[in-house]
C-alpha cells in the first residue's frame, strides 16, 4: 500500500514539478505546455460556467447559492495568481536576455527558476522555452535545441505567434549544425512563406547561404547575389564578414576570379584573416560571431 | 484620395528640445499599478453584499478589468511592433521617413522607457545621418541624462556626440569629451566602444589638422576598427585624407578643388566607387556582380600596382575605405572627404592604368 502511495506521490511530483530532476528536456517543456494550456482552458470554461449561473440568478431569483461567488473568487484568484508569476517571469527577461551574451549557466538557472512557477501565462513559458532553446543552441547541444522547438512550433501559440519565425531559424540552424540538411530545407521553406521583420529576414539570409553553400549549389546562391550582399551590409559584423566569405567560396568555385576576390578582401577587411581561415578550412561557422 | 506631397525638412535643435521636453518620460500611472487591487477589493465587496446583483456587478467589474488588461496588453505589444518597425526603416537607411514617424511616435510611449530610449536613439542616429548635427546633439543629451556616466549605452551615446560636436566645429568640447571616455574606453579595446574611440580620435586628429599623429596609427588602424565592420571604410577614409594632406603639406601634390590642372600625379590611384564608367571594365565580371564591383578592386585593377602611392598611401587607405563604403556616402558623412574623392577621381582620369583596364574590360 505504501509503495503504491509513494509511486503515485512521485507520480503527481513529476507531473506538476517535471523540472525537478535538472534541466528542462524537450518533454519536460510539452508537458508543462500541457498543463497550462489544461489549466487556461479549466480557468475559460469555470468562468463561462459561473457567468451562466449569474445568468441564470437573473431569470430565477434566489437560485444564485452563494458557493458559486467563492467559486469566482477562487478562479479570479487563481488568474491573478498567474498573472502576477507572468509580470514576475516577464520582467527577468532582459537579465536573461544580457545573460545569453556572456553567461549561459547563468541564463539556464534563471529560465529553470522561470520554468518552476505554477500557474504561468503559457505566452510567457513559451518566452522561456524559446531563451531556453537559444541557450542549447549555443552550448553546441544541437539535438536538444532542435528538439525544444519542435515542441514548441507543434502547440498553438496564440499571442506568443512572433516567436514562431524565431524558433523555425533556430530550428534551422540546429539542424544544420547537426548535419541534417532535409530539416534545415523544411525550416527554411516554412520561413519563407512567412511575414519577417527585418532581423528575422537577415538570420534567414544568412542561414540560407550557409546552408547552400554548404550543399554546394553555388550557382543559386550567386543567383541574387547583390540582394545578398546588400543585406549581408545591415547584418551584424561577423556575420555579415562570414556571409561575405561564404560568397567568396560560391564565386571561386563557379570560376567567377574578380568576383570572388573582391568578396575575399572584403570579408579580410570586416572578420579578420584569422576568423576567416576557419572558413576557408572549411571548419564549422558560427553565424553569431 | 489624391496623394499629399509633403516637403521634409529636418527639425531644428530648438524644435526637438521643446518635442522632448512636451514628450519627455512619465512614470508609469499609479491607478495602472492599484487596479488589480481595486478591482479585486471592489469584486469582493460586491460579493459580501450576498445578493444576485452583488454577484453580477463584480462579474462585470471582473469583465471591465479584464478587457481593460487585453486591451493593455494589445496596445503594448502594437507599440512595440511600430518602434521596431521604426528602428528597421532606419537600418534600411530610409532616414527622413524613420524621423517622421519616431517623431509621431514620441507622445505615445511617454510611459514606455524601453521604447521611449529607443525611440530617441533612432532620432538621433537618423538626425546625424541627414547632417542635422545640433539637433542630434539634443537628443543625445537627452538620453545620456537618463544613463548612468559608465555605461555602455552611455558611452556609445557620448561617442556618437563627440562625433556631432567634432561635425559642428566644437573642437574644445569635443576633446574635453574624449578626455573623459578615454580611460573607459581604454579597457575594452577591440570592442565596437573601443572602435567608436579610435574613430573619433581619428575624425578628431583630421579636424584639428594633426595629420602626422593620424597617420602614426596606420599601423593598428584596420585592427582598431574591425568591430565596426562595414562602417570602418569611414575610418580608413579618414586615414586616406590625413595621408593626403601631410602628403599635400609636405608638398609632393599642390591638389585644391576646382584646380586640377595643379595635380601632379606620381602614380595612378584607384578609380573612385559609384561612377558606372568604372564599373563597367571590370575584367570577368558580369553585369550583375560589375553592378556589386562598383568599388575598386586595387590589385587586380591596376595590376602594375597601385594606389598607395598617392600621396604616401592615401590611394591605398581610399581603396580600402571604397571597398567597404561607396564614396558617395563618404563624403556624405564627412564633407572634407570631398576633396580628395574629387583628386581621385581626377588622378583616375589621367592614369596610365586607366589604358590598361579598358583593354582588361574590352577582353
Excluded at chain 1, 62 to 78: N, Y
Excluded at chain 2, 14 to 20: D, E, I, P
Excluded at chain 2, 157 to 182: C, K, N, Q, V
Aim: hydrophobic content about 45%.
Amino acid at each position: 500500500m505504501k509503495d503504491w502511495l509513494n509511486q503515485i506521490r512521485g507520480r503527481v511530483e513529476a507531473w506538476m514539478r517535471p523540472d525537478r530532476r535538472g534541466g528542462i528536456s524537450a518533454p519536460d517543456l510539452a508537458r508543462l505546455l500541457r498543463r497550462d494550456q489544461v489549466l487556461g482552458k479549466g480557468l475559460l470554461w469555470g468562468a463561462a460556467a459561473v457567468l451562466g449561473l449569474v445568468m441564470l440568478a437573473e431569470v430565477w431569483p434566489g437560485w444564485l447559492e452563494s458557493w458559486t461567488s467563492f467559486l469566482f473568487v477562487g478562479l479570479f484568484g487563481v488568474w491573478m495568481l498567474m498573472n502576477l508569476h507572468g509580470t514576475r517571469v516577464a520582467a527577468e527577461l532582459p537579465m536573461i536576455n544580457a545573460a545569453l551574451e556572456n553567461n549561459l549557466p547563468g541564463a539556464e538557472a534563471r529560465i529553470t527558476v522561470g520554468m518552476r512557477r505554477w500557474p504561468l501565462p503559457r505566452t510567457v513559458r513559451l518566452l522561456l522555452g524559446h531563451r531556453l532553446a537559444v541557450v542549447r543552441l549555443r552550448q553546441g547541444r544541437h539535438f536538444e535545441a532542435a528538439a525544444l522547438c519542435q515542441v514548441m512550433l507543434a502547440e498553438p501559440m496564440g499571442p506568443a505567434e512572433h516567436l514562431r519565425p524565431e524558433l523555425l531559424l533556430i530550428f534551422a540552424e540546429a539542424r544544420l549544425d547537426s548535419g541534417d540538411p532535409m530539416g534545415t530545407y523544411s525550416a527554411l521553406v516554412e520561413l519563407s512563406h512567412r511575414r519577417l521583420n527585418l532581423v528575422q529576414l537577415l538570420q534567414k539570409v544568412a542561414m540560407e547561404t550557409r546552408y547552400l553553400v554548404g550543399l554546394g549549389l553555388d550557382a543559386a546562391v550567386l543567383e541574387r547575389v547583390q540582394q545578398r550582399l546588400e543585406l549581408a551590409s545591415l547584418m551584424p559584423v561577423f556575420q555579415g564578414g562570414v556571409v561575405h566569405a561564404l560568397l567568396a567560396v560560391a564565386a571561386r568555385r563557379q570560376g567567377r576570379t574578380e568576383l570572388a576576390d573582391w568578396l575575399k578582401e572584403r570579408a579580410e577587411l570586416i572578420c579578420g584573416p584569422r576568423e576567416l581561415a576557419m572558413i576557408w578550412g572549411g571548419k564549422r561557422i558560427d553565424l553569431r560571431g | 484620395m489624391a496623394s499629399v506631397e509633403v516637403e521634409f525638412h529636418p527639425p531644428t535643435a530648438a524644435q526637438v528640445g521643446r518635442h522632448l521636453r512636451r514628450y519627455g518620460l512619465q512614470a508609469p500611472s499609479r491607478f495602472a499599478l492599484w487596479l488589480p487591487l481595486l478591482a479585486m477589493g471592489g469584486a469582493i465587496g460586491l460579493i459580501w453584499t450576498d445578493s444576485a446583483e452583488g454577484a453580477f456587478g463584480a462579474w462585470v467589474l471582473l469583465g471591465a478589468w479584464m478587457g481593460y488588461h487585453f486591451w493593455r496588453a494589445r496596445r503594448q505589444r502594437e507599440l512595440e511592433r511600430l518602434v521596431s518597425g521604426v528602428q528597421e526603416l532606419s537600418m534600411l537607411r530610409r532616414d527622413e521617413q524613420a524621423l517622421r514617424q519616431a517623431w509621431l511616435l514620441v507622445p505615445k510611449v511617454r510611459r514606455r522607457m524601453d521604447l521611449h530610449a529607443r525611440l530617441l536613439t533612432v532620432m538621433g542616429h537618423v538626425l546625424e545621418e541627414l547632417s542635422c548635427y545640433e539637433p542630434a546633439m539634443v537628443v543625445y543629451d537627452a538620453l545620456l541624462a537618463r544613463l548612468p556616466r559608465e555605461h555602455p549605452a552611455s558611452v556609445h551615446l557620448g561617442l556618437a556626440r563627440i562625433m556631432a560636436l567634432l561635425a559642428t566645429d566644437r573642437l574644445s568640447d569635443a576633446d574635453e569629451a574624449l578626455r573623459r571616455f578615454r580611460g573607459v574606453v581604454e579597457s575594452g579595446q577591440g570592442n565596437l566602444l573601443g572602435a567608436l574611440y579610435r574613430l573619433a580620435e581619428l575624425y578628431q586628429m583630421v579636424r584639428t589638422n594633426h595629420f602626422a599623429d593620424a597617420v602614426g596609427r596606420a599601423a593598428v588602424l584596420v585592427e582598431d576598427l574591425r568591430p565596426l565592420g562595414l562602417e570602418a571604410g569611414y575610418g580608413y577614409a579618414l586615414m586616406a585624407l590625413a595621408y593626403y594632406r601631410q602628403g599635400v603639406r609636405v608638398g609632393g601634390v599642390e591638389a585644391t578643388p576646382g584646380g586640377e590642372e595643379s595635380h601632379t600625379p606620381s602614380q595612378p590611384p584607384p578609380p573612385r566607387g559609384g561612377g558606372e564608367e568604372e564599373t563597367g571594365t571590370l575584367p570577368g565580371v558580369g553585369e550583375q556582380d560589375s553592378a556589386i564591383c562598383d568599388r575598386p578592386l586595387n590589385k587586380r585593377t591596376y595590376p602594375g600596382g597601385i594606389p598607395g602611392e598617392l600621396p604616401g598611401g592615401a590611394g591605398e587607405w581610399w581603396g580600402r575605405a571604397t571597398l567597404l563604403v561607396g564614396a558617395e556616402q563618404l563624403v556624405g558623412r564627412f564633407g572634407e572627404l570631398g576633396e580628395l574623392a574629387w583628386a581621385m577621381r581626377a588622378f583616375a582620369r589621367r592614369a596610365p592604368g586607366d589604358d590598361k583596364q579598358r583593354e582588361l574590360g574590352a577582353a
